[in-house]
């Protein structure tokens, strides 16, 4: 692909910086504002990747002086995180930034943080939420200390020494692995690019799980050590009829659909296909629309759970609704069904098949019936923003279950579902916003095709390629949808305005970095906390217990009880922001209409 070259005057870092500025004192005319913004964009890319990177790795937020690093908890210095917005994100911007410009210094960034992702990556093909450069010694130590003790971030309290599906972190350093060996076909991504494939395929539940066929685990491989139980709460802490624990066992065997797991598989191997040719994934795909379509429970309670169990266990079948960790209780998630149904309006422009759409009224139907009482958020203020359905149905009752805890560490507290719609827990909202209106109305527009219609959009699926397409040109500027990937599909960028670009370039300055308010501050460990009950309140609706809690939370809304201030979140650099800033220059620099 032949990109336009852009010609820099050579001009002082001063004059660089300042947009619009007056010529320098040999009477050079000024940059223009697209001139200022390439500049820009390589001057904080290169910050990035010289100072922040740790070996091209990242997390998600640095202290200006860098010795205070966070991913989704405190993170070592030599620790890189996969999960997103982290290494892979950075990795697509680094990419973009190359397909923008056509300069050599982005792709040489992004090469260095792609072969990050592959020292990252697990034997097995896939990716752990996170990756220390120091070694296995060293990551099982901070899962012993900083991760055990994180109250609220029950995947992080164990060490499974395998790879996740979750948070897209797989998908999202696959989809890298693919797009830098497409790119300039370069060997060293070929591997680590089949394995993740490899990876995704062998993790793929096969036909001797019957109705779970085609799903996919939270983790894989299996780790026969890991957890199934958290440690049940204390009964005189606890209401009368509420539920608590693990209630399934370990939830990492179970078909998930979480943080929509399957709808980033198959959408990687749709890019596959498209990109490469891989016939040979279509089987997968099509087994986990199948899946997908048949977990769906029946009528009145159409809908979806966060994971569905993948075969018989304690006397339940297969396929049947599973609890997850102790504040996901064995339930419907209103907003797994609406991500569900969402895929299954993409799943039918991919195929042209309708039965892809044959029972999509019955799950709006049962989100219709299942909605959060009028006055939820005036007495419950966690329910507010707009929040319109209860994230968990209680099974049979079609009842609201709202999730709790009592407690001040993960040594003394649990979590546990009820019925009572106040004081609940704020780090992972009793309540969601549920489009109906939405729903319906896509589905109106589907159902509607005629048949003519529905052939000739499926015959530009990218389920027909046969390889050699292009994928889209920019990946960080908003998530790659199916939408996108069809035939004559063009992903255009949003307009930036001139204003806008001059303030990123003001911003940035001559440090070569932004900062922004970090999202969550943390506790430093200490040790493990005090298992002596606490029966106090302060902790049961914050994102953090006591000083003992490694759990990140935002530093204007901690816990109102001594030794916690409320202060200004601090100034750090923030690597969602600065995608962000990132991704408003490149649209700008090089736009697509």
């Known amino acids: 692909m032949q990109r336009r070259q852009f010609a820099l005057a050579t001009l002082s870092p001063l ?21 200022s913004a390439i500049d820009a964009l390589k001057r904080a890319a290169t910050y990035m990747d010289e100072t922040v990177s740790y070996r091209g790795g990242y997390v998600w937020s640095y202290s200006p002086d860098l010795t205070q690093t966070f991913g989704e908890m405190e993170a070592k210095r030599t620790m890189c995180w996969i999960q997103p917005p982290g290494t892979p994100s950075v990795g697509h911007v680094y990419l973009d930034a190359y397909h923008a410009t056509d300069d050599e210094r982005f ?38 200390t900083i991760g055990a003790n994180g109250w609220r971030l029950e995947e992080f309290q164990h060490y499974y020494g395998n790879a996740t599906f979750d948070d ?38 096969g036909p001797e799980y019957g109705i779970a066929c085609g799903g996919w685990p939270q983790r894989f491989p299996h ?62 795909i099509t087994r986990a629309m199948e899946c997908m379509r048949g977990l769906q429970q029946p009528a009145p309670q159409a809908g979806w759970s966060l994971q ?56 709006i139907a049962w989100l219709k019936s299942v909605s959060l009482p009028a006055n939820a958020a005036q007495v419950n203020p966690l329910l507010a923003g707009g929040r319109t359905h209860p994230t968990f149905v209680e099974l049979g009752t079609n009842e609201p279950l709202y999730i709790h805890r009592y407690g001040s560490n993960i040594h003394n507290g649990a979590y546990y579902a009820d019925k009572e719609i106040t004081n609940t827990i704020s780090h992972y909202s009793s309540g969601r916003v549920i489009d109906i209106a939405g729903l319906e109305k896509r589905y109106a527009e589907l159902s509607g ?40 599909a063009k992903m255009t960028t949003p307009a930036v305005p001139e204003t806008e670009v001059t303030t990123l370039i003001d911003e940035l300055g001559t440090k070569n970095y932004w900062t922004a308010p970090v999202p969550e501050i943390v506790n430093p460990y200490r040790g493990d906390g005090p298992t002596t009950p606490y029966t ?22 901690p816990p109102e009880i001594a030794p916690y201030v409320k202060k200004d979140k601090p100034q750090f650099i923030v690597t969602s922001d600065w995608i962000r800033r990132m991704g408003r220059l490149i649209a700008h620099v090089a736009p697509v209409a």
Request: charged content about 20%; aromatic content about 10%; some cysteine.
């Open 15 to 35: 004059a660089l910086a300042a947009c619009g500025g007056g010529g320098g004192s040999d009477g050079e005319a000024p940059p223009t504002l697209q001139q």
């Open 308 to 363: 569905h169990l993948s075969r018989t266990t304690n006397g339940r079948a297969g396929g049947s609704p599973a609890g997850a960790r102790s504040y996901e209780p064995r339930s419907l998630a209103t907003h797994t069904t609406q991500t569900n149904l969402q895929q299954l309006f993409n799943y039918f422009t991919l195929t042209g098949d309708r039965k892809y759409l044959a029972r999509v009224p019955e799950a």
């Open 536 to 557: 106090g309140t302060a902790y049961r609706s914050k994102h953090v217990g006591d000083v003992y809690d490694t759990s990140p939370y935002p530093a204007d809304n």
């Open 107 to 144: 792709y040489q960034a992004a090469e260095r943080t792609a072969l990050a992702v592959v020292a990252a990556q697990h034997p097995a093909g896939g990716w752990n939420y996170i990756y220390d450069f120091a070694g296995e010694e060293s990551l099982k130590h901070w899962y012993d």
């Open 223 to 284: 780790n026969p050590a890991a957890i199934s139980s958290m440690p049940l709460p204390n009964p005189e802490q606890v209401p009368a009829g509420a539920r608590a624990g693990m209630e399934d066992g370990d939830y990492t065997l179970h078909v998930t659909f979480n943080d929509d797991v399957m709808g980033e598989n198959i959408k990687f191997l749709t890019m596959c296909m498209l990109s490469l040719g891989r016939s040979d994934v279509l089987n997968a």
């Open 449 to 488: 095709m005629t048949d003519a219609a529905v052939a000739e959009m499926a015959a530009r699926s990218p389920l027909k390629s046969t390889g050699g397409a292009a994928l889209p040109k920019y990946f960080s500027i908003r998530e790659v949808d199916f939408a996108d990937l069809f035939t004559g």
């Open 168 to 205: 897209a972190g797989t998908a999202v350093a696959s989809q890298l692995m693919l797009r830098m060996y497409v790119e300039k076909k370069d060997a060293r991504f070929l591997e680590p690019l089949n394995k993740a494939i490899d990876f995704i395929l062998r993790a793929q539940f």
